[in-house]
């Protein structure tokens, strides 16, 4: 089974009925799968499109898939424009890889920090999720300021954004890095961290420049 190969044809699908478009000469003009008749006979055999003459049409289930796919795409789209600036023109080589390993639980994940975006940077919608339908209480923040984490809760941090370089220095001296694991132990009367054997105390200021996610 060629997944990817599938999952693309599914997209495009979806995206050339947006356009109005359902025929055979349709997607075989906008696909740059190398067998894409292959890939459409599996679709068919597995009871994800139906074709009658010229036109395709997905099914139930295979539309169902198709619609997952697009929302991650357009969900990666939007995270990569609105966190790293990338332009639109740029975006689609990119966001193509995430569609296909954004697990359903991290999807809802970057939905609820994107704060549910109805359409990617190019303007076209993006498929509700059900973070979107009610929002959704149980669904984990991406990334959280370390002032906030649960006490005892181990975490990683992801990033750091220091008033100083002589303060960054002062917390990579205390192994307080992108990527290390640590524990807010106590908020009061000072902010205490453990990192590994070691318990520091610091201020809150330092530990809200500090952002987590759950290691
Ligand atoms: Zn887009
Ligand atoms: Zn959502």
New binding site residues.
């Given amino acids: 089974m060629t997944l990817y190969g599938q999952d693309e044809i599914l997209e495009l699908l979806w995206t050339l009925r947006e356009e109005g478009k359902n025929s055979r000469a349709d997607l075989l003009g906008g696909t740059q799968e190398e067998s894409p008749e292959a890939l459409l006979d599996e679709l068919r055999s597995t009871g994800q499109v139906e074709i009658s003459g010229e036109e395709i049409r997905m099914t139930r289930s295979g539309e169902d898939r198709a619609r997952g796919i697009i929302r991650r795409h357009r969900l990666a789209e939007v995270l990569l424009h609105n966190l790293f600036d990338i332009a639109p023109q740029q975006l689609d080589t990119n966001a193509c890889q995430f569609e296909h390993i954004l697990s359903e639980e991290v999807t809802?994940s970057v939905?609820?920090f994107l704060g549910?975006p109805p359409s990617c940077p190019h303007g076209n919608p993006i498929p509700?999720?059900e973070?979107?339908d009610r929002i959704r209480m149980d669904v984990r923040p991406l990334v959280t300021r370390l002032s906030d984490a649960s006490i005892g809760a181990q975490v990683r941090i992801v990033f750091i954004t220091p008033k100083s370089v002589k303060r960054l220095e002062k917390l990579s001296s205390m192994g307080i890095v992108p990527g290390s694991t640590v524990r807010l132990m106590q908020r009061n009367p000072s902010h205490v961290l453990q990192i590994g054997q070691t318990t520091v105390a610091v201020d809150k200021d330092i530990t809200d420049e500090i952002y987590v996610k759950q290691a």
Avoid: I, Q, S, V
Wanted: hydrophobic share 0%.
């Fill in positions: 809802e939905c609820t549910h509700r999720g973070c979107c």
